[in-house]
């Protein structure tokens, strides 16, 4: 498969036809539909390529990246090449234990150790290749084995040796799946508070949470810049090593101005690492926060919002109340006389609708106040 990608075979002209129309181009999507064949990498199959009908493991798992950019260099990377599209990269990555259970999870991983953008609807195990077309197409028959871990039987030990190489990194050691974490609010959920959603503070709290300014960082200030976001992943993540910070440092390196060299990058690197090492490097907590979702829980973009949408809501309703209660408890009865929606509406401090949305909240105390001091509203009439 790898040899007809690099060199061509009968369907080359297919292929350079389907470039020249482009992706997204009627005649694009037929050929690649219609003309070109298609391989499955993560599985073998008896018959037809679904769940139940899966043999074993081929021991190699695909990553597909749709983004137009050069994937950095990794050393489990075992093949990569220009996709069909040329807009983006099809990866292969030696993997022991995969299986249907662990593939997701082990998909999302390997972006996150490859530092790149996964094709999130790619990360299907029966998941069909179309033949593409790559001459600069890169092989390393060396390449590291990723260890899956299984997630319905867990195993201690995920580092062990293969006959093609030596699993040295320290990143996996008594890690089930691999996450990348980008804050330290895994921490508030533990104990009692491990499988709830969210938490909200009545008093904010701050939490670390690195993060690369959107104007960049100029001449001057890029390698102490560099040097602190990384000190502060490779705190948040002390079970990823050195390619995890490499791959993260390309990533902040395309905001610098200019870019680091790859020496000045190592050397960064190096500092992080001997500096964690010897426990010398220190959290710095950056961002407020009055809600805090769990990041065990897969809460998409639109529950959080409307988690925080009805904790806002609640809060601004508690702060009405409040305010609205303060008013009735200090009523000046002589001044005002009686208490009614209307005279805490002519007060001018909320708004009818406001008032009237919260009155019932408050009928029962308001009857008592005034029945208390109706000697007071009496004077006032007088007056």
Request: hydrophobic residues 35%; aromatic residues 12%.
């Amino acid at each position: 498969m790898l040899n007809k990608i690099k060199y061509g075979d009968e369907n080359l002209l297919n292929i350079k036809k389907a470039r020249y129309f482009g992706k997204g181009h009627p005649e694009y999507d037929n050929i690649k539909t219609t003309a070109l064949p298609t391989f499955r990498f993560n599985f073998l199959y008896e018959d037809y390529a679904k769940d139940e009908n899966v043999i074993r493991p081929t021991g190699l798992i695909y990553i597909d990246v749709d983004d137009n950019i050069e994937i950095p260099h990794n050393e489990y990377i075992y093949a990569k090449w220009r996709s069909l599209s040329n807009t983006g990269y099809g990866i292969l990555v030696k993997a022991d234990n995969l299986t249907l259970d662990n593939f997701k999870d082990v998909y999302a991983s390997l972006g996150i150790i490859l530092g790149v953008k996964v094709d999130d609807g790619a990360r299907k195990a029966i998941q069909q290749n179309v033949l593409s077309y790559d001459p600069s197409l890169y092989c390393n028959t060396g390449s590291r084995v990723y260890e899956c871990k299984n997630s319905k039987k867990a195993s201690l030990n995920i580092i062990k040796e293969k006959k093609e190489c030596i699993v040295l990194s320290e990143a996996f050691t008594n890690i089930p799946i691999i996450k990348e974490r980008i804050d330290n609010s895994y921490e508030y959920f533990v104990g009692d508070n491990y499988d709830k959603e969210y938490l909200y503070f009545e008093d904010k709290v701050t939490i670390c949470a690195p993060y690369m300014p959107w104007n960049g960082v100029e001449k001057g200030n890029r390698n102490n810049f560099l040097f602190r976001i990384l000190s502060q992943f490779a705190l948040l993540n002390p079970h990823l090593g050195k390619d995890y910070l490499f791959n993260k440092s390309i990533y902040f390196n395309k905001k610098m101005n200019p870019n680091l060299t790859k020496t000045e990058i190592n050397s960064v690197i190096t500092s992080v690492i001997n500096k964690r090492k010897e426990g010398s490097l220190k959290m710095h907590h950056n961002k407020e926060r009055l809600i805090l979702f769990n990041p065990n829980k897969k809460l998409t973009k639109s529950e959080k919002s409307k988690i925080t949408g009805a904790i806002v809501g609640a809060k601004r309703t508690k702060e009405t109340e409040v305010a609205i209660y303060e008013i009735i408890e200090n009523w000046d009865f002589e001044l005002f006389g009686k208490i009614t929606q209307k005279s805490v509406i002519d007060l001018n401090i909320f708004s009818r609708s406001t008032v009237q949305r919260h009155w019932s909240n408050f009928k029962k105390y308001v009857r008592e106040l005034n029945e208390f001091n109706k000697d007071s509203t009496k004077l006032k009439k007088v007056a």
